[in-house]
């Protein structure tokens, strides 16, 4: 299959290497990735603040980029970006009288996935040791983000993926389905909220004993990394992308910044052949570095 790379703003400017992480479990599975060129932000951030006429062009943008590639699916390590595709973008069109970008928005909407959806649902991934190599020997709990459980409704999708990774202690979070207190621009305009928030997870986290608090989002995480690094908390946070692509041969090391350790494989993953497409490039492989 041949699957396009949506890396969304935040993954890109601050977390690449979670958009690596993503391509490298997609390779490992067989899957051919590319990276439709001229992509940019959802408009999220945009929409969230009122700016519907600021977020028109960004919605063009996005649904001229992925329109333009050839690919089967799309997919994106984020649950908010991949819920604005489909709640926001056509709203935002149809407010700035442009029906038929709307129904193109809708229509990208309809073919992109959230990672753990794409890997359940579509590619039939239940069992990350068994299918993908998973292994991660340390005790991790894991953070539902709002979007991804009210408006994507992925229920227990990222959390059974990681359950399942090789060596790995689950522990349950007290009052998960709760909000971090992120919220994209809500943290800023209601920082005092946001940070009595960000500290009442972080209480809830801590009490788990776990290392690491994982989620789907990295806006989330960001969020509350930042909050447990000014509180001085052990624990620390990481995408479970990261978590999924580590290997006992290639782990994901937690001493220090959490992240993907990046080596020279003696091989690369299995690509399937490539057709004749629109712009796109292909997303970098594990060798390769990051976005």
């Not at 935040?10 to 490992?28: N, Q, S």
């Not at 522990?171 to 998960?176: G, N, Q, Y």
Request: hydrophobic fraction near 40%; aromatic fraction near 6%; charge should be negative.
């Amino acid at each position: 299959m041949r699957i396009a790379l949506f890396a969304t703003c935040i993954v890109d400017a601050l977390y690449p290497k979670v958009a690596l992480a993503t391509v490298r479990i997609l390779e490992r599975l067989g899957h051919e990735v590319v990276f439709p060129s001229g992509q940019g932000c959802c408009s999220q951030m945009h929409v969230n603040s009122g700016y519907l006429d600021d977020a028109l062009p960004v919605v063009r943008n996005h649904v001229r980029a992925f329109t333009a590639a050839d690919y089967d699916v799309a997919v994106a390590p984020s649950g908010s970006c991949v819920a604005s595709l489909g709640h926001q973008q056509p709203m935002v069109a149809r407010a700035g009288g442009d029906e038929d970008l709307a129904r193109l928005a809708e229509s990208v909407a309809g073919n992109t996935y959230e990672l753990s959806q794409l890997l359940v649902d579509v590619l039939g991934v239940t069992d990350a040791a068994g299918q993908l190599g998973s292994w991660f020997p340390h005790t991790v709990t894991y953070h539902p983000s709002c979007h991804g459980m009210r408006l994507l409704r992925l229920d227990d999708r990222q959390k059974d993926l990681v359950r399942s990774v090789g060596g790995l202690e689950f522990m349950e979070l007290p009052d998960a389905d709760e909000c971090c207190g992120f919220g994209g621009t809500f943290s800023f305009k209601n920082p005092d909220v946001s940070a009595a928030m960000a500290e009442e997870k972080i209480d809830n986290i801590v009490s788990t004993g776990a290392e690491l608090c994982t989620g789907g989002d990295a806006s989330c995480l960001l969020h509350l990394g930042g909050a447990m690094s000014r509180r001085g908390t052990e624990a620390a946070t990481v995408h479970f992308a990261e978590i999924l692509a580590s290997t006992q041969q290639n782990p994901l090391e937690i001493s220090g910044p959490v992240e993907l350790s990046i080596p020279n494989p003696s091989s690369r993953s299995r690509f399937l052949p490539s057709r004749t497409s629109a712009p796109t490039t292909t997303a970098p492989t594990a060798d390769q570095g990051v976005l």
